[in-house]
């Protein structure tokens, strides 16, 4: 049986067809799955890096080391990636509203927030100058959210005020569906939904309208090259379940 998980990560692998050499980066186990299966398949020109200073020409399982540097990169030179627009990262999303508003920082009021998170850290720059993708391995209305309490990525609508040349948020894959920001004015489209998710249950788990097509169609499925890469090469090991609930 192909799992939630698999289809998330085939997903993620998806958002960087027609990439070319491009740096890829990703947070979570999920992401990390799907851009080195994207490498191992129809992206083979994706730079890895291994977050600090080298480029790697391996493509091992996500919980194992690179083993083949091939080139450096030092914080110089991925500045000068980020501000070119040469890279394309998925982030995750403790909230998001339906402009592709992003906060990474913290809930609750600005001034007396209520929980902390992880800080800002590169969201604001990365949503300025290159392609910017979403996970959510928890789809809920606690999540997806009317209004963000502090903004670190930058939605369309403030892009748009802002003139932002280089705005890119590319798509946004969770545990249910795929979504985008092609709705009207910039605003979340529902793009597929997983096999055996329902439309309304992604509308219910979902605090704000989604653009949703007349047909909606179920997410891509990964193939038999796809599905032995993700069981036997990248994660051999079963980490996405702990990530993405098999079901």
Known sequence: ???????????????FRG???ILA??????????????????????LLSDGDATLFADTPAVDRPFTRPEGHLPYAKLFELIATGRRHVIMGAPQIDRHGNQNL?????????THQLVGARGAATNTANHATSYFVPRHSTRVFVPEVDTVTGVGADRAARLGMRFH?????VTNLAVLDLAGA????????????????????????????????????????QE?????TVLDPRGLRSREVPDV
């Open 19 to 21: 990439s070319g050499a």
């Open 25 to 46: 980066s990703s947070f979570g186990v999920v992401p990390t799955i799907g851009v080195r299966l994207a490498r191992l398949t129809h992206a083979p020109e994706l």
């Open 185 to 224: 004015d910039g605003t979340m489209r529902l793009v597929s939904v997983h096999p055996g998710v329902r439309v309304d249950e992604v509308v219910a788990a979902t605090g704000f309208p989604l653009d949703i097509p007349t047909d909606v169609p179920l997410t891509r499925v990964p193939d038999e």
């Open 105 to 113: 920082s913290a809930i609750g009021p600005r001034d007396r927030p």
């Open 227 to 231: 599905l032995h890469l993700i069981r």
């Open 168 to 172: 890119d948020l590319r798509g946004v």
């Open 1 to 15: 049986m192909i799992t939630r998980s698999e289809v998330a990560a085939t997903a993620c692998a998806d958002l």
